[in-house]
């Protein structure tokens, strides 16, 4: 059986981060969740682990 989705709290507590680190990593699409609701979130301590282990590179400005 998998493991419980997690509130922001928990998965700060989890990874030893501050709440508005978690936060931060989802608003830049950088750790993935599920929507609860119209403002919940919930997420998956194991992908989210996967997701930080892979390099993030900011998206190029593209110029015209």
């Given at each position: 059986m ?25 608003a830049?699409g ?8 119209r403002?919940?979130k919930?997420y998956?301590?194991?992908?989210v ?14 110029t015209?």
């Amino acid at each position: 059986m998998s493991d419980p989705l997690l509130t922001r709290d928990q998965l700060a507590v989890a990874l030893g981060v501050h709440k508005t680190t978690i936060t931060r990593l989802t608003a830049l699409g950088r750790i993935p969740f599920v929507s609860v609701g119209r403002r919940g979130k919930r997420y998956d301590r194991e992908a989210v682990v996967v997701a930080l282990s892979v390099p993030f590179t900011k998206p190029k400005n593209k110029t015209k």
